[in-house]
């Protein structure tokens, strides 16, 4: 199966800047799309950015301008890179993949990344 690992987070002042970066691993044939997600203490499971195979991206309306979302697909890699951070921007962030292995594609969850923004 496919498994992905999301890695960058940590604690940073507001203001300050972040890249999360997520490795997918395993039998991949294709990838179709890959973005990030993020969910804050009491709060619903919300998109912030996605990157589709022809490269196209998509942000949330709360971090256009601040957030940037890239891949490497050379390394079945996808990165966030962040700036400007608020403190509301504190959540865990889920890198997602639409995926082919095998036989078919698949929606793929890594386990998350603890993105925390205070001073």
């Known amino acids: 199966q496919v498994q992905l690992v999301e890695s960058g987070g940590g604690l940073v002042q507001p203001g300050g800047s972040l890249r999360l970066s997520c490795a997918a691993s395993?039998?991949?044939?294709?990838?179709?799309?890959m973005g990030w997600y993020r969910q804050a203490p009491g709060k619903q499971r919300e998109v912030v950015a996605a990157?589709?195979?022809?490269?196209?991206?998509s942000y949330a309306d709360s971090v256009k301008g601040r957030f940037t979302i890239s891949r490497d697909n050379a390394n079945n890699t996808v990165y966030l890179q962040m700036n400007r951070l608020k403190p509301e921007d504190t959540a865990v962030y889920y890198c997602?993949?639409?995926?082919?292995?095998?036989?078919?594609?698949?929606?793929?969850w890594g386990q998350g990344t603890q993105v925390t923004v205070s001073s």
């Open positions: 990157i589709t195979s022809g490269g196209t991206t």
């Open positions: 997602n993949g639409i995926i082919r292995a095998h036989s078919a594609y698949g929606d793929y």
């Open positions: 395993g039998t991949i044939s294709s990838i179709y799309a």
